[in-house]
């Protein structure tokens, strides 16, 4: 224990002085925490003790409060030093952090790759099962890091291929089952089947069920029990990679934390530096994307194709240091780090953007005005960091393409139903698949009896 503490006070000596890009102000040193064991509570320190300014801390959690946000955690070096109004009430809530749950996947496919379980560059056709059903030569030859750079090249419609939700027969079949509208690896295609497949993979390799897999793996050793959350599965039982990890705020921040410690928690790597480094870095179909991660390292930056897929010429958000990544989901579900601050902002809500863009108001753009302004407001309050103020948040150009074709394609939603001659709405490898309705339930009931005072 003594050990522990000593090496988190040279680590907060040394990040206390580090720059984010910009120069240096001060190398004065600040306190810094310790990571929650099971049941423990986050430490919590003034905002002056990890220089920062405790008015515009206040003055970027209003702004928060009053745009959507059910809850807000700001963390520099570990510790919490500012939340929410409506925390209190919602920190132990499960919550669905949507498309959040596709960085989860990206993680334990980290883990996997750490365990000499997969290999990036591996295609796919390695880990799946061999027959009808199980994809032709040119889908089997996809890779790995297709998958989690969102490149594919399967075709995909966003609600279409979330229509069937929770009554996909075999998620990972549906995504076989989509034609390829580009080479893998040429052209970034925002997918929801795209993770499905790639959790379905990923469990394959570790040769267990994906979920078991990641209580052993990163749940646990987060703190994060297994009553605590529920993560929704196809009716075949494979986990959804697209969306639907309900989990409470506390815990979700948690996620971002390890990020920001280098995948490592407390003195405990769980998932390796070289990951967290990869999958914070631009890639080439997508410079503001990584791997199911969104980052400020690159521009220009495309969205999501709702309404249609819209590139905007500058950074993710360009009020905040270039190393920020993010984990994103519908309705600003969000864990943002920045590594050079030490600086991790967690927040769940319900929109929050202004702009009269489609995209936006929809949170399907990659960011627009709520992050910029929260975090031309934060940035601020750094004090020993130099952060120059880029100006007030500019207008993207207006985007009119509302076709339906871009995001309710019909002919997505029937591949995803009866698309594959083995699964299809009702019969599926045989059988009428009901395990992941029977495990869903089993798992919703349980997370709400670890709600009960009892």
Not at 34 to 40: E, I, M, N, Q, T
Not at 287 to 298: D, I
Not at 425 to 431: E, Q
């Given at each position: 224990?003594?050990r522990?503490y ?5 680590l ?5 002085g580090?720059s984010?890009?910009?120069s240096?102000?001060s190398?004065r040193g600040a306190?810094c ?8 509570d ?15 801390v206040?003055?970027?959690?209003a702004?928060a409060?009053t745009?959507?946000?059910?809850s ?17 009430l ?11 749950t596709?960085?989860v996947?990206?993680?334990l496919?980290g ?6 379980k997969?290999?990036?560059d591996?295609?796919i056709g390695?880990y ?6 199980w994809?032709d ?10 998958l ?9 419609a ?25 080479p893998?690896?040429?052209h970034?295609?925002?997918s ?10 990923v469990?394959?390799?570790?040769g267990?069920?994906?979920?078991d ?10 703190g994060i029990?297994?009553?605590?959350y529920f ?5 075949s039982?494979?986990?959804y990679?697209?969306?639907l990890?309900?989990?409470p ?5 948690k996620l971002?934390?390890l990020?920001q410690n280098n995948?490592s928690w ?6 390796s ?8 870095q631009?890639?080439p179909t ?14 220009p930056?495309?969205g999501a ?10 950074h993710l958000?360009?009020?905040?240091p ?8 519908f309705l ?6 920045i ?36 975090f031309r ?5 750094v004090?020993?960091v ?23 394609n ?7 139903i009866?698309g594959?001659?083995?699964?299809n ?7 009428v698949?009901?395990?992941?309705l029977?495990?869903?339930l ?10 009960l005072?009892?």
């Open positions: 224990m003594v522990r000593l090496l988190l006070a040279v907060c000596h040394f990040f206390a580090i984010a890009r910009p240096p102000v190398r306190t925490c310790s990571l929650p064991g099971l049941g423990d986050f430490e919590a320190a003034e905002p002056e003790a990890v220089n920062l300014d405790p008015d515009i206040n003055e970027a959690l702004y409060n745009h959507g946000r059910l807000v955690q700001i963390f520099r070096h570990n510790c919490r030093v500012g939340a929410g109004l409506l925390d209190p919602t920190d132990g809530i499960p919550n669905n952090v949507w498309s959040s596709k960085s996947v990206s993680i496919t883990i996997a790759a750490d365990k000499g997969l290999h990036v591996d295609p390695d799946l099962p061999s027959g009808p059903g994809g030569e040119a889908h089997r030859a996809i890779t790995i890091r297709n989690l750079s969102q490149s594919a090249g399967l075709d995909e966003i609600l279409a291929e979330a229509a069937t939700l929770i009554l996909d027969q075999s998620a990972s079949q549906e995504a076989l089952a989509q034609p390829l509208k580009y893998p690896g040429t970034f295609e925002y929801q089947r795209v993770p499905d497949l790639l959790a379905f993979v469990q394959q390799a570790v267990e069920d994906l979920q897999f990641a209580q052993a793996n990163l749940f646990d050793p987060l029990p297994s009553d605590s993560w929704l599965r196809d009716r039982g494979n986990t990679g697209y969306a990890l309900f989990i705020p506390t815990q979700f921040a971002g934390l990020l995948g407390n003195e405990q790597a769980v998932v530096a070289s990951w967290v480094e990869s999958l914070a631009s890639t997508n410079p503001c994307y990584g791997w199911l991660f969104w980052t400020n390292h690159g521009a930056c495309t194709n709702l309404p249609s897929a819209q590139t905007y010429q500058r958000i360009p009020s905040a270039e190393d920020l990544f993010a984990m994103v989901g600003q579900q969000n864990n943002f780090i590594p050079s601050l030490e600086m991790t902002v967690t927040w769940t809500g319900v929109l929050g953007d202004t702009e009269l863009n489609l995209a936006a108001l929809l949170s399907a753009a990659p960011a627009a005005d709520l992050y910029y302004n929260f407001i934060l940035m601020r309050a004090k020993d130099s952060i120059p103020d880029p100006g007030p948040w500019q207008v993207d150009p207006l985007e009119l393409d509302i076709n339906p074709w871009n995001y309710a019909p002919e997505v939603l029937l591949n995803d009866a594959n001659p083995e699964c709405i009702v019969f599926c490898n045989g059988a698949p009901v395990e992941g029977v495990e869903n089993r798992a919703i009931a349980e997370t709400i009896l670890g709600l005072p009892i």
